[in-house]
């Protein structure tokens, strides 16, 4: 079983930064990786962004490549999303999940509560 808990959203003004977190527990480590993916009303999910438990690796989606990064501390168990130059079509439910790859597809469902994003002046 895995236990997820998302935290860091809020509300920012364009431009602005957001750090993210999610701490894991539970079989989340016999997954590869965690990916975080996100949700805005009325449109499909989207990945975010991956990262690997075991060497680090990342992967980013282009809508946010040099604006966000992944990074996780093993010993924390946790992963953490900074997100800088925020944009107002970056407002979504932000979710975290174990993943078998940096950059899979996206999961028909979330286990953990997601943490709501939302760039407005």
């Known amino acids: 079983q895995v236990h997820l808990v998302e935290s860091g959203g809020g509300l920012v003004q364009p431009g602005g930064s957001l750090r993210l977190s999610c701490a894991a527990s539970g079989r989340a480590f016999s997954w590869e990786a965690m ?14 962004a ?11 989606a282009d809508s946010v490549k040099g604006r966000f990064t992944i990074s996780r501390d093993n ?10 130059n925020l944009k ?14 940096i950059a899979p597809t996206v999961p028909p469902g979330y286990w953990g509560q997601g943490t709501q994003v939302t760039v407005s002046s």
């Open 35 to 48: 990916a975080w993916f996100r949700q805005a009303p009325g449109k499909e999910g989207e990945l975010v």
């Open 50 to 60: 991956g990262v690997s438990w075991t060497d680090g690796s990342t992967y980013y």
């Open 75 to 84: 010993a924390k168990n946790t992963v953490y999303l900074q997100m800088n």
């Open 88 to 101: 107002s079509e970056d407002t979504a439910v932000y979710y975290c999940q174990p993943t078998p790859t």
